[in-house]
């Protein structure tokens, strides 16, 4: 019996599925060696604990585990996210009622699935985006054949006028012309390969620190955590600068709603990175990270889309471009967000 006893517990140790025994009291009384990495938690910390009080935030409302030890039915759900200290996970999650010893305890199964969801995401992401493009494209080339003639006609027109006082409205009509001739180069975006030279990260990420805190209130502070081990190499400086800006700018306007809080700029190198189905042995990794509101759930799916946006007034195109900019770098950019964090991870390849 202890020889099978002691197979159990190895059979469990290797698996690559997560598994935790839980009481009525919520509090952990089993977790194998994948939920010590899948949560960043070692068993002694997880053993004992309080499941509710470790998970800092999670999509699955925990009240139906309560359910489940009381009705003994079974649940699943193919999408959890949790969140243990600052550390997301998505899992399947499972949970079952056992009887052990007499006693009734929730066996819990968290199969990983960031990985496949990652893949399938920038797969469905890539797709989505060349789609809403080519839209954006159309509507704005469209826009912009007209507009050449209004303010050609208006240029013509204030040459023709006799009285110079007239000239006031067709400097509006060439002003506004030229205001809505930006909107849509704004919209197009920067779609030729810029001329990259090899250039440091981190000044790109200090001339971003120092634009925006020209105009940043007090309340809100921005901290930085570099790797200076991370090599310079081939970049256009302005276009990361400006993708970068563009997310820090959302942070700032997350914050100033509640005109407080702190927004980090962490550098790293990341090993073996998959970017659009290409493996790079090294690649710098770039989190901006800030402790606002998080990001509305109805928006997570559609985040990098043109014209979608969270804020009252916004044009929905700073993260679009930003996207673009990345992409046109070989890079890739992720999003994780939860009340209280909401972290932008890009990763740019180091290549020789």
Request: hydrophobic residues 40%.
């Amino acid at each position: 019996m202890q020889e099978t006893a002691g197979l159990d517990r190895v059979i469990l140790d290797n698996l690559v599925t997560g598994i935790m025994l839980v009481d009525p009291g919520m509090i952990v009384q089993y977790a194998n060696t994948a939920t010590e990495q899948l949560l960043g938690q070692s068993k002694k910390r997880l053993i004992n604990q309080n499941l509710r009080s470790l998970i800092t935030h999670t999509t699955l409302n925990l009240d139906i585990l309560d359910q489940v030890l009381t009705r003994g039915q079974s649940f699943t759900d193919s999408e959890v996210t949790l969140v243990v200290e600052n550390r997301p996970a998505m899992v399947e999650f499972s949970a079952t009622q056992v009887t052990h010893n007499q006693k009734r305890l929730l066996l819990l199964e968290l199969k990983p699935i960031d990985q496949q969801k990652k893949i399938s995401q920038e797969v469905h992401q890539h797709a989505q985006q060349q789609a809403a493009k080519e839209l954006v494209r159309g509507l704005a080339h469209e826009i912009k054949n007209p507009l050449g003639g209004l303010r050609g006609a208006a240029q013509l027109l204030e040459k023709e006028l006799p009285n110079p006082e007239l000239k006031e409205f067709t400097t509006i009509i060439i002003e506004q012309a030229d205001r809505l001739r930006n909107l849509v180069d704004r919209l197009l975006g920067p779609q030729r390969p810029a001329k990259q030279h090899l250039h440091n990260i981190h000044s790109v990420l200090e001339k971003v620190r120092q634009l925006v805190e020209l105009d940043l209130p007090e309340t809100i502070q921005i901290e930085r955590d570099y790797d200076p081990s991370i090599p310079d190499f081939e970049m256009d400086h302005e276009q990361l600068q400006q993708a970068f800006l563009n997310i820090v700018n959302n942070a700032v306007q997350a914050l100033r709603e509640r005109n407080t809080g702190s927004i980090k700029l962490v550098t790293r190198t990341a090993h073996q990175v998959n970017i659009a189905g290409q493996r790079y042995r090294l690649a710098a990794e770039i989190r901006i990270i800030d402790d606002g509101p998080g990001i509305p759930a109805e928006l997570a799916d559609t985040l990098f889309y043109p014209m979608v946006t969270g804020r009252e007034g916004g044009t929905g195109l700073g993260l679009s471009i930003s996207q673009n900019l990345i992409n046109q770098h070989k890079g890739r950019i992720d999003c994780a967000s939860w009340p209280g964090h909401t972290e932008f991870i890009i990763h740019l390849p180091l290549r020789k």
